[in-house]
């Protein structure tokens, strides 16, 4: 038990002295907006307000802590569409289109079924938000199987397709009569409505379950093992009689889900999909996959520390006059220091745990190849 | 002909077709082809330079972003403080050369983080662009909020040939398309040109290849592949830093947070349409946006018939459809070209793979 609490306490400790680091540079960053922002003066206490404020944005009351939980919901499933395709040496950047296709079938999903009871239509809503989602993962996935077009570059155009088709259905085709801008009727029963006066909905609880489950299948079924070997060995696994093509579909299909779940997530929270809609959460889940080391625990708890700072930013924006963009610096100095692991550890005189990124290695090494089925 | 169009589908396929070279031959639109290629051309190069040395760079997309804001923002503040006439060539003013500097000064700083994490740190090479990608993106969303510039410092204007060059038949709308445009534009047949030349029959070149191939072959002949990769990448910053420089201060002369909206990618499909080579990377971005262009071209001129009624009707009735279709075909070309292409076009045989020198024993 010491020995495995040990294990997990060596896991964690380079994921969170690169968020120390990070915070260290950006609060250079926050000086420097003191300097040229509206007050034009040089105030080194700074970035202590603005952390201050931060946190007390994100845990100073009850209704704070909620916002965090509900800004860290959808960043559960888009972290976990990150993390279990780095798990078969995939890396999907295209969450952002799994999570507008995923939240656009949702919220036309939910127009349909908005008069029925509560617990037919808000499953029914998930329900086909995730399968859309699994269809956007699927095209990059059978791509990168059968043609070996790397599912960097076809998620990433994707992402752009699916943007332009859903914001162009909303204007020309799905516009509900009646309101100023461009967008769907209302999703009526299949809506995520706060509990009490909270923010808090149900769609936490959806969230929650999915990651014991990522889990229990990554390790504890067959599949799992597979996207696991193929993951850390595309030759060996082969080798083994196991099919690459078939487990990189399924693996950007499964990806692909969760990520559409996190959209619908978002949609029905909010209850319609407007034609303009932008998202962080995409582009949030490769942070919270990459912190997570992907793997489900480590993704909760870094989809928590990223829903804190996004839900506690807002009220540092007032009360220290820094912009919430200095959320997405951090997240990109995190990453930096995460990947310079070894300039961390020499930092901080560590010594070297020999930490598993093997699956990051076949990222890079599947490029420009044709996968062997 | 007119019988051949009154064929039901075929028939509108047929005009489109008549219509695509009646445009590109007479219709002034090849110097917007050749706008929208440069950015996607420039960063292929720069892929060109990092994958055949064997370095991977998906960052060229924040690259060219964060060289972009650099640009516009050293121009406007040497504009603010320095106001000068733009000159009656290419409407060039001390700020918008400077911007250019800047840019690919901060193209070569970027890059010099890809360099490091990619060759030094041996991180993976996808992770890394990704960061920069990231990094990018919130960084200049950040200090855009910040400083809110009103003002611009304005454009590179573009060249105005003689017309009689322009229609001379045949080949008029060929020399309109490199001569009506402005100096990034002009300067990418130069560079492409160039770095063909270079790649193929200059002893650097053939080191470059040696070390994408094969590094520790190229090691044992006595070339230093760390410090060659360095270079290629820093270079290959500096393409990526031009490409910037042309979306704020050419194309636009204003910055909008993630204006580069994919394009960094289109250039590597670009490059892997090339097949890892300038000339044929150029093509590839001539390919992709110039679909983007029909667009434009039908807004200019539309055709006539019942093509004309045809996409008249569907305009008329899915107007936003209508235009995102033509904003997103440079991106479905992408990903066909590349479902495609990639099982014929090999890469770099180290394309992506750190080098470890191994100590001697």
Redesign the interface.
């Known amino acids: 038990m010491m020995a495995r609490l040990r294990s997990y306490a060596g896991f964690m400790v380079v994921p969170a002295l690169s968020i120390l680091l990070a915070l260290l540079v950006a609060s250079v960053?926050i000086i420097a907006?003191g300097l040229?922002?509206e007050e034009k003066r040089l105030n080194l206490l700074l970035p202590l307000v603005a952390y201050r404020s931060l946190l007390v944005g994100a845990f100073g009351s009850f209704k704070g802590i909620a916002n965090m939980i509900v800004a860290a919901t959808p960043l559960m499933l888009t972290g976990l569409a990150v993390g279990v395709g780095l798990k078969a040496g995939l890396?999907n950047?295209g969450a952002t289109g799994q999570v507008l296709l995923g939240g656009f079938a949702a919220a036309l999903i939910g127009t349909q079924v908005a008069g029925a009871p509560i617990w037919i239509a808000l499953p029914v809503a998930m329900l086909g938000g995730m399968l859309a989602g699994a269809l956007a993962g699927f095209i990059p996935g059978f791509?990168k199987a059968f043609?070996?077009?790397?599912e960097?570059?076809?998620t990433?155009?994707?992402?752009?397709?699916v943007q332009?088709?859903v914001?162009?259905?909303v204007?020309?085709?799905f516009r509900a009569p009646g309101f100023s801008f461009a967008r769907t009727a209302p999703v009526g029963n299949a809506e995520l409505t706060g509990v009490g006066n909270t923010t808090l909905h149900l769609g936490v609880l959806f969230a929650l379950v999915c990651i014991p489950i990522s889990y229990w299948l990554l390790w504890r079924t067959t599949v799992g093992f597979e996207i696991r070997a193929v993951g850390s060995n595309p030759t060996a696994a082969r080798y083994a009689g196991m099919n690459p093509r078939r487990m990189i579909i399924f693996t950007m299909s499964l990806c692909g889900a969760f990520a559409g779940l996190g959209g619908a997530v978002e949609i029905l929270r909010l209850g319609y999909y407007p034609?303009v809609f932008g998202t962080s959460i995409g582009?949030d889940g490769?942070?919270v996959a990459?912190l997570g080391r992907s793997n489900p625990v480590g993704i909760l708890l870094a989809a928590l520390l990223l829903g804190a700072m996004r839900a506690g930013a807002p009220l540092m924006q007032i009360q220290a006059r820094v912009?919430v963009?200095?959320?997405?610096?951090?997240?990109?100095?995190i990453?930096?220091f995460l990947?310079?692991?070894?300039?961390v550890r020499q930092i901080f005189r560590l010594r070297s745990a020999g930490t598993g990124?093997g699956e990051?290695?076949t990222?890079?090494?599947s490029?420009?190849?044709?996968v062997v089925g | 002909m007119d019988v051949l169009f009154d064929i039901p589908i075929l028939g509108l396929l047929l005009q489109f077709l008549s219509y695509l070279v009646q445009v590109i031959v007479s219709g002034h639109i090849t110097p917007i082809i050749l706008g929208l290629a440069t950015p996607i051309a420039l960063g292929a190069l720069c892929g060109v330079l990092n994958e055949r040395s064997g370095v991977?760079n998906?960052g060229i997309e924040g690259m060219m972003l964060f060289s972009a804001y650099v640009a516009f923002m050293v121009a406007l503040f040497v504009h603010q403080a320095f106001p000068a006439e733009p000159s009656p060539l290419f409407g060039v003013t001390p700020a918008l050369v400077l911007g250019v500097i800047a840019a690919i000064a901060a193209g070569v700083l970027i890059s010099l983080?890809h360099a490091?994490?990619s060759i030094s740190?041996r991180?993976?090479?996808?992770?890394?662009g990704?960061?920069i990608n990231?990094?990018?993106?919130?960084?200049t969303?950040?200090l855009n909020?910040?400083?809110k510039p009103f003002d611009s410092a304005g454009t590179f204007q573009s060249f105005r040939p003689p017309a009689g060059l322009v229609n001379l038949p045949g080949i008029g709308w060929l020399f309109e398309m490199f001569t009506a445009v402005g100096p990034i534009a002009m300067s990418v047949i130069v560079l492409v040109l160039i770095t063909q030349i270079m790649l193929f029959r200059s002893r650097w070149g053939l080191r470059t290849r040696a070390v994408g191939e094969h590094p520790k072959a190229a090691d044992t002949v006595g070339i230093n592949v760390i410090r060659l990769r360095y270079r290629n990448v820093l270079i290959g910053g500096m393409f990526a830093g031009l490409a910037g420089a042309y979306l704020t201060l050419e194309a636009t002369g204003s910055f909008q947070n993630n204006m580069t909206?994919?394009r960094g990618?289109?250039a590597?499909?670009a490059m892997?349409f090339g097949r890892w080579a300038p000339v044929g990377a150029f093509a590839g971005a001539l390919l992709f946006m110039g679909s983007q262009a029909i667009g434009v071209a039908i807004r200019l001129a539309p055709p006539s018939g019942n093509l004309g009624t045809f996409l008249a009707g569907i305009q008329q009735?899915?107007?936003?459809?209508y235009?995102?279709?033509f904003?997103?075909l440079p991106?479905?070309l992408?990903?066909i070209v590349?479902?495609?292409v990639?099982?014929r076009s090999?890469?770099p045989a180290a394309?992506?793979?750190p080098y470890e020198k191994e100590s001697a024993t």
């Open positions: 960053l907006s040229i922002g890396f950047i791509l043609t070996g077009a790397h960097v570059v076809t990433i155009m994707l992402n752009a397709l332009l088709t914001s162009g259905l204007n020309d085709v034609a582009f490769i942070t990459l912009p963009e200095i959320i997405d610096v951090i997240q990109g100095v990453l930096i990947a310079a692991e070894v300039v990124t990051l290695q990222i890079t090494r490029y420009g190849e044709k | 991977v998906i983080l490091w994490l740190v991180a993976d090479q996808i992770i890394s990704t960061i990231i990094t990018a993106l919130g960084l969303s950040y909020r910040l400083i909206a994919g990618f289109i590597l499909a892997i009735a899915y107007p936003s459809i235009n995102n279709f904003t997103g991106y479905l992408t990903i590349l479902a495609g990639v099982g090999i890469a394309d992506g793979q």
